[in-house]
């Protein structure tokens, strides 16, 4: 079967820097994607890695390694409106999302 | 921006009502989806749609349908409402083309009694 797994919750201190982790087993691989998800609200695209290596966006960044099937989320100078879920989403051979249950990041003071 | 807009925020129904949930977005995206979300779960994709009149089943179609009779307008029908459908209810759209994110409306969180 097709599995993403993520941490269930991490939490972190506001000005630090946390590493969210997605490992991901799928038939086949078109892109993986990372969403940013408030309470309460709908998800918001952060970004998208289809090639091995990092992604950089400000302070957040994202890495691939489809060898491994693993990805990771970055970032950095935590604020804390960064406080929320992130969704790790892997695109199958049939162009279908599979989604992972998301990380719920708790940014402390 | 790319807008997409359910008609309801928060929805409270019957066991056995018809309920109807909307979802209109902007930008001419042929692609729209319905998903519902969970604690604990991943999205799960109810149904979604490639062009104008056109349906796929997703994981977890059974106790719904949709209609698409216009582009920019995706509905999510459950035709007897059980408690089991108590969710929230997210609707998405996207362009064409390998890469592109989705869009997603503000959600519906529906509770059945």
């Known amino acids: 079967g097709q599995n993403i797994d993520q941490p269930t919750e991490m939490t972190a201190t506001e000005g630090a820097i946390v590493q969210i982790n997605c490992t991901y087993q799928t038939s086949g691989f078109n892109g993986l994607f990372w969403y940013q998800q408030h309470a309460g609200e709908a998800p918001t695209f952060l970004s998208y890695?289809?090639l091995d290596g990092l992604e950089e966006k400000g302070r957040f960044s994202s890495f691939l390694s489809r060898s491994k099937g693993y990805s990771y989320l970055l970032l950095k100078e935590l604020q804390m409106k960064d406080s929320a879920s992130y969704l790790c989403a892997v695109m199958d051979s049939n162009y279908q999302l599979i989604w992972g249950a998301g990380t719920k990041l708790i940014i402390k003071p | 921006d790319v807008k997409v807009t359910q008609s309801s925020r928060y929805l409270v129904k019957r066991t056995g009502e018809k309920v109807f949930l909307e979802c209109v977005q902007d930008?001419?995206?042929?692609?729209m989806f319905w998903y519902r979300q969970d604690p604990g779960l991943g999205l799960r994709l109810i149904y979604f749609?490639?062009?104008?009149?056109?349906?796929e089943k997703g994981d977890i179609p059974e106790g719904y349908s949709v209609s698409r009779e216009k582009k920019e307008r995706f509905s999510l029908i459950l035709e007897s409402a059980s408690t089991n459908q108590t969710s929230m209810y997210l609707c998405?759209?996207?362009?064409?083309?390998?890469?592109?994110?989705?869009?997603f409306g503000n959600g519906t969180r529906l509770t059945v009694t």
């Open positions: 930008m001419d995206h042929e692609n």
């Open positions: 890695n289809v």
């Open positions: 998405a759209s996207t362009p064409s083309g390998e890469g592109s994110p989705l869009h």
């Open positions: 749609s490639y062009d104008v009149k056109m349906k």
